[in-house]
């Protein structure tokens, strides 16, 4: 297993370095991990596990909530802010009732979300002409470094 310190590190660099569409890229990808873990927890009984899980996706869902602008299109942005409402109420109801297949919607919906963001910033990239590397959203599990930032 990787160095907490060295993991932790890497996380740093790459949170300074990244670019706000890379941003809540990472948030996504730290919203689907959590929400994994925590789907796991209620699997297997472990619920200390679950409720870490489901605490730190719930503050990311809403981080992603509060951070939607409306500048430019603001019919756009309430229904992205609708669908991480509901996001957030069912993993509050689903942490609640320990409701594995109402976190598993959720854990589809973040998918979804995930995957229609990686195909945003392709076309984006594209319109501005550049050749930006591939996010984070091109490499296997086993490469990514683990979110989780410890004071």
């Given at each position: 297993?990787?160095?907490?310190?060295?993991?932790?590190?890497?996380?740093?660099?790459?949170?300074?370095?990244a670019s706000?569409?890379?941003?809540?890229l990472l948030?996504?990808?730290?919203?689907?991990?959590?929400?994994?873990?925590?789907?796991?927890?209620?699997?297997?009984?472990d619920f200390e596990a679950a409720l870490a899980g489901f605490s730190q996706c719930r503050d990311i869902v809403l981080e992603l909530l509060t951070s939607v602008r409306p500048e430019h299109d603001p019919q756009l942005a309430e229904r992205v802010r609708s669908l991480y409402t509901f996001m957030y109420s069912e993993l509050v109801s689903a942490s609640f009732d320990?409701?594995?297949?109402?976190?598993a919607?959720?854990?589809?919906?973040?998918?979804?979300?995930?995957?229609?963001?990686?195909?945003?910033?392709?076309?984006?990239?594209?319109?501005?002409?550049?050749s930006e590397p591939k996010p984070a959203a091109d490499t296997t599990d086993a490469e990514r470094a683990p979110l989780s930032i410890q004071a």
């Open positions: 297993m990787a160095d907490p310190a060295t993991t932790n590190a890497y996380l740093r660099t790459r949170v300074m370095t706000p569409e890379e941003l809540r948030l996504l990808e730290g919203a689907l991990r959590f929400a994994n873990q925590a789907k796991a927890g209620l699997e297997s009984k320990k409701d594995i297949p109402k976190l919607k959720v854990i589809e919906l973040l998918e979804y979300e995930r995957e229609t963001w990686v195909l945003l910033m392709d076309q984006v990239a594209k319109e501005r002409g550049v």
